[in-house]
C-alpha cells in the first residue's frame, strides 16, 4: 500500500479543447500555455507535500537530496510535454535512479500514487520511464525543468520554485515559475498563496496570484546607486563564496541588508523590482561552468523580459547549448541592467586585486 496522500483536486488535463488562459493579456503561443498549465500543476503537487509529513529525501549520488516532489512534477510534466509535444526534448534534474533501488520501493510507490493522482493512472516502471525522459541533453529545440528548485529549502520550509523553459536554438523562447511562497509584491510571505510568473520572448513578464486571474506586467526596478543596491544570494553557505561577495559588495559600498533565499524565487524578486542585484559565484569544491542551465533558464528570461540583464561574470551571455551545464561560463551576475556594468567592473577588480 502507498502512501495516501489528502491532496486538493487534480487540474484538467491539458488538451487541445483547454489548453490556454484566455485571460493572458498578451499575444502568446501554445508553448507559453503549456509552460503554464504544467507549471501549475507542478505548484499543485509541490504544495501538500511541502505542508505534510512526507517530505523525507532520498539521497542521490553527489550527496544532494530528491524528495517525493521532485519525482512527481518531472514525471508528470515529462508526461504532458509527450501528449502535446511528442517531438519534444526534455531536460531536467532528476534521474529515477535511486527510486529503483529495493529500499526505496516505498517512496517509488508513494511517487506513483501522485502521478496516479494527478494525471492518470501508471506503474512505478511507467513513471520511472517518465522521470527519465528528463536526462536528455539539449537539442536544436527542448524543454529544460528544474521540478522543485531549492530542495534544501523545500525540506527546510524556505522558498523553492517550479520552473520550467522553452529553448529553440540557444534562445530562451517561453518561461514560467511558480512561486509558492512569494506575494504580488514578489516579497517572502508563506501565508497567501504564492504567484505564477510568465514570460514570452518579445512578450514581457507577467505576474498573477497562483489563485488568481488578473496579470500585470513585471518591470524591474530603476535603482542607478549601488550603495542602495539590495542584493540576493543563495541561503545555503555552501552555494556560493561568501568572503568573495561581501568583498564585491563592500566595493559597491552598498549599505543595504543582503536577501539570503533559496532557489530561482531570486530572478522574480529582481524582475518584479523588489531587489536589483545578484551575483552566483563559485563555490568551494565547484569549478566555474559547473551551474546547471535548469538552475537558470527560466529565471533569466523573466529577468530580461521586465528589462533586467543577465549575463556571465566576464559579461558574456549564458550558453544554454553546451551540455547540461553553462560549460563555458564562469558564474552568473543578474541585475536590473542599469547596475550591470558597475557590478562587472567591480568584479574584475576585486578578482584582479585578489590575485
Partial sequence: MGIQFSLVSPLALPTA?????????????????????????????????????????????????????????????????ADRFPDDVLVAEESSAVLREAENAYTL????????????????????????????????RFWVMDPVDGTK?????????VALALIEAGEIM????????????????????GVMLLAERSGGAWLRPVKGAVWRR??????????????AHSFEPTHTNHDLLRA??????????????????????????????LYRLT????????????????GALMVTEAGGRITDLNGEPLDFMQGRTLAVNEGVLVTNGILHDAALDVYRRVTEEAG
Avoid at 112 to 129: I, K, L, M, N, W
Wanted: aromatic content about 6%; overall charge negative.
Fill in 283 to 298: 563555490s568551494s569544491g565547484r569549478p566555474p561552468g559547473a551551474e546547471c542551465i535548469w538552475d537558470h533558464a527560466a
Fill in 109 to 140: 510507490q508513494a511517487v506513483t500514487d501522485v502521478f496516479s493522482h494527478h494525471y492518470r493512472q501508471a506503474s512505478p516502471e511507467d513513471v520511472c520511464g517518465w522521470i527519465d525522459r528528463g536526462s536528455s541533453n539539449p537539442q536544436t
Fill in 248 to 277: 564585491l559588495l563592500a566595493e559597491l559600498g552598498t549599505n543595504m541588508e543582503t536577501i539570503p533565499m533559496d532557489s530561482q524565487a531570486k530572478y522574480a524578486m529582481i524582475a518584479g523590482g523588489s531587489c536589483d542585484l
Fill in 17 to 81: 479543447e483547454n489548453l490556454g488562459d484566455p485571460l493572458l493579456p498578451f499575444p502568446h503561443s501554445p508553448e507559453l500555455d503549456f509552460a503554464l498549465k504544467a507549471v501549475e500543476t507542478g505548484v499543485e503537487i509541490c504544495i501538500p507535500i511541502y505542508a505534510g509529513t512526507h517530505q523525507g529525501a532520498l539521497k542521490k549520488i553527489d550527496a544532494s537530496p530528491v524528495t517525493i516532489a521532485d519525482f512527481s512534477v518531472q514525471a508528470v510534466t515529462a508526461a504532458m510535454l
Fill in 174 to 193: 517561453v518561461s514560467a515559475l511558480g512561486c509558492p511562497h512569494l506575494d504580488e509584491q514578489l516579497q517572502p510571505n508563506f501565508e497567501d498563496g
Fill in 153 to 161: 529549502g523545500f525540506l527546510r520550509g524556505g522558498q523553492y520554485v
Fill in 218 to 231: 513585471l518591470q524591474v526596478s530603476s535603482q542607478r546607486q549601488t550603495e542602495l543596491a539590495r542584493a
